[in-house]
């Protein structure tokens, strides 16, 4: 991958994770509403199918350039997952616990779900989650239905990747049959990353068209947003599936429709920037290194910032900081993130060397056996 196309994923990765960050934290029950960044209070799902387009993407070309076995590309998607996920998991039953005695009242609503612990530890690690019509919410942690998403996305690529012939056929088929409607709602959107991918490996595009893409894309997003268009598609879907399917059974897919349309601007200009990332000069070292930097905590904040801010409003109750709950609040979680996310991310790499020689050790017998 060109250096300049890398760093410019890293930057739209970490962007997209500071604004769900955003989005959250102005909610009224942690500080209430951010000065001037409240306005980006509604872009939630558009950050998250910004991270479904990128996944999508990275997905194909590490398939096509680094991880060319089976084994390579399962070793390093569960290593990308659970050097997360376990770190992000326990941390919000730690977090919810001493919360929830410090302030009940904000541990009351439907944001925070406890019951059967077993039963949502299982599901979480699982990826489990959000199968069919399900929502196993991981305690206070929202945020953690996308993996429920993202990680059957990465099962479904491999089976139509690495698999052949009628095999490969069944497996998609037995796989869609076990995710169900909901997940599904949302693949096009992901696969928009991979066409991305692969369209600008086959077809490279001069610097014009890269640059009226790349431009046009943001422009076409703008336009989209700032004239109604997702909330006109949602009311089209309530008027098509009813609202009480639409929010009790479609939950996190029900904005599919306004989905694709952002899915559909953030691909093409995934496809514009790899056209202009060959042309323009190679970035400075003083704009590469802080891009990385941000960029190394990406998962983390995504997977651990929710049930930060629920504890730390809960702390700012408790301990009578109310008059100072917008930076107790705001800046809380994202120390959190900087002092754990750095070391939590890098364990990546030797739970990745885990994963592989466990494979080994599974391949070797059935080799002696033939």
Same mark, same amino acid.
């Given at each position: 991958?060109? =250096?300049?196309?890398?760093?410019?994923? #890293?930057?739209?990765?970490?962007?997209?994770?500071?604004?769900?960050?955003?989005?959250?934290?102005?909610?009224?029950?942690?500080?209430?509403?951010?000065?001037?960044?409240?306005?980006?209070?509604?872009?939630?799902?558009?950050?998250?199918?910004?991270?479904?387009?990128?996944?999508?993407?990275?997905?194909?070309?590490?398939? #096509?350039?680094?991880?060319?076995?089976?084994?390579?590309?399962?070793?390093? =998607?569960?290593?990308?997952?659970?050097?997360?996920?376990?770190?992000?998991?326990?941390?919000?039953?730690?977090?919810?616990?001493?919360?929830?005695?410090?302030?009940?009242?904000? %541990?009351?609503?439907?944001?925070?779900?406890?019951?059967?612990?077993?039963?949502?530890?299982?599901?979480?690690?699982?990826?489990?989650?959000?199968?069919?019509?399900? %929502?196993?919410?991981?305690?206070?942690?929202?945020?953690?239905?996308?993996?429920?998403?993202?990680?059957?996305?990465?099962?479904?690529?491999?089976?139509?990747?690495?698999?052949?012939?009628?095999?490969?056929?069944?497996?998609?088929?037995?796989?869609?049959?076990?995710?169900?409607?909901?997940?599904?709602?949302?693949?096009?959107?992901?696969?928009?990353?991979?066409?991305?991918?692969?369209?600008?490996?086959?077809?490279?595009?001069?610097?014009?068209?890269?640059?009226?893409?790349?431009?046009?894309?943001?422009?076409?997003?703008?336009?989209?947003?700032?004239?109604?268009?997702?909330?006109?598609?949602?009311?089209?879907?309530?008027?098509?599936?009813?609202?009480?399917?639409?929010?009790?059974?479609?939950?996190?897919?029900?904005?599919?429709?306004?989905?694709?349309?952002?899915?559909?601007?953030?691909?093409?200009?995934?496809?514009?920037?790899?056209?202009?990332? =060959?042309?323009?000069?190679?970035?400075?070292?003083?704009?590469?290194?802080?891009?990385?930097?941000?960029?190394?905590?990406?998962?983390?904040?995504?997977?651990?910032? %929710?049930?930060?801010?629920?504890?730390?409003?809960?702390?700012?109750?408790?301990?009578?900081?109310?008059?100072?709950?917008?930076?107790?609040?705001?800046?809380?979680?994202?120390?959190?993130?900087?002092?754990?996310?750095?070391?939590?991310?890098?364990?990546?790499?030797?739970?990745?060397?885990?994963?592989?020689?466990?494979? #080994?050790?599974?391949?070797?017998?059935?080799?002696?056996?033939?």
């Amino acid at each position: 991958m060109h =250096r300049n196309l890398s760093i410019y994923l #890293d930057l739209v990765r970490f962007l997209a994770a500071l604004m769900v960050f955003v989005v959250h934290a102005n909610y009224e029950r942690f500080t209430g509403g951010i000065p001037v960044l409240w306005h980006f209070k509604d872009l939630g799902n558009d950050a998250v199918m910004v991270f479904f387009v990128l996944s999508g993407f990275v997905i194909a070309y590490v398939a #096509d350039q680094k991880e060319r076995t089976i084994e390579e590309y399962a070793a390093s =998607r569960f290593a990308r997952l659970y050097s997360v996920v376990v770190p992000a998991l326990i941390l919000t039953m730690l977090l919810d616990a001493a919360g929830s005695v410090l302030e009940p009242s904000l %541990y009351s609503g439907r944001w925070y779900e406890y019951d059967d612990p077993l039963v949502r530890i299982l599901a979480s690690l699982s990826f489990t989650n959000e199968l069919w019509f399900s %929502y196993t919410r991981p305690f206070s942690n929202g945020p953690f239905w996308s993996l429920g998403y993202e990680a059957w996305y990465y099962v479904l690529f491999a089976a139509a990747h690495f698999l052949r012939g009628h095999t490969r056929t069944v497996a998609v088929a037995t796989l869609c049959l076990i995710i169900g409607p909901k997940i599904l709602l949302l693949l096009p959107v992901w696969l928009l990353g991979v066409w991305a991918y692969r369209y600008s490996a086959r077809v490279p595009l001069g610097a014009g068209q890269g640059g009226l893409l790349f431009v046009g894309s943001i422009a076409g997003y703008l336009a989209f947003r700032l004239n109604g268009g997702p909330d006109e598609l949602l009311e089209f879907s309530k008027e098509l599936f009813g609202t009480e399917f639409l929010y009790d059974k479609l939950s996190w897919s029900r904005k599919f429709l306004s989905s694709y349309v952002i899915g559909a601007c953030v691909a093409a200009n995934f496809v514009g920037a790899v056209a202009l990332a =060959r042309r323009l000069p190679r970035l400075p070292v003083w704009m590469e290194q802080p891009i990385r930097y941000c960029a190394g905590f990406t998962f983390a904040l995504y997977l651990m910032h %929710y049930p930060l801010l629920q504890f730390f409003a809960a702390l700012t109750v408790a301990v009578g900081l109310e008059p100072y709950r917008l930076a107790v609040v705001g800046l809380g979680p994202l120390a959190v993130v900087w002092l754990l996310g750095g070391s939590i991310e890098r364990q990546k790499g030797p739970l990745k060397a885990l994963f592989l020689s466990w494979f #080994d050790r599974e391949q070797q017998p059935a080799m002696r056996v033939r």
